[in-house]
């Protein structure tokens, strides 16, 4: 079982940049489909990014799509979310997740088999 750990999260201003980053503990990353979600105050967690095991299989939801960059270094055991021309709407709790099947990730079907505790992100107006 791995364990994630995200970082980077803080706070930005409009328009700014931000690079989130997750860790896996453990030799079977390359194993796993990642993605991140996020969940705003009272508001429905919500799918951001998910890029498959090899990294060449990238999905975005469309609310970041050409905004956000998502890849992997397997070699690493890292994923990165690369937030760009951030919107005040960006702003939640970003967590990482992994499953062995894509889909879950990236069509919501099912539950992620792993979880980070999340990383908070705040975007100034």
């Known amino acids: 079982q791995m364990q994630l750990v995200e970082s980077g999260g803080g706070l930005v201003q409009a328009g700014g940049s931000l690079g989130l980053s997750c860790v896996a503990s453990g030799r079977v990353f390359k194993n796993y489909a990642m993605g991140w979600f996020r969940q705003a105050p009272g508001k429905e967690r919500e799918f951001v990014a998910a890029i498959n095991w090899s990294g060449d299989n990238t999905y975005y939801a469309d609310s970041v799509k050409g905004r956000f960059t998502l890849s992997r270094d397997n070699a690493k055991n890292t994923v990165y979310l690369q937030m760009n021309s951030l919107k005040p709407e960006d702003t939640a709790v970003y967590y990482c997740?992994?499953?062995?099947?894509?889909?879950?990730?990236?069509?919501?079907?099912?539950?992620?088999?792993?979880w980070g505790q999340g990383t908070q992100v705040t975007v100034s107006s």
């Open positions: 997740a992994a499953d062995p099947y894509l889909p879950v990730l990236a069509r919501g079907i099912g539950d992620p088999a792993m």
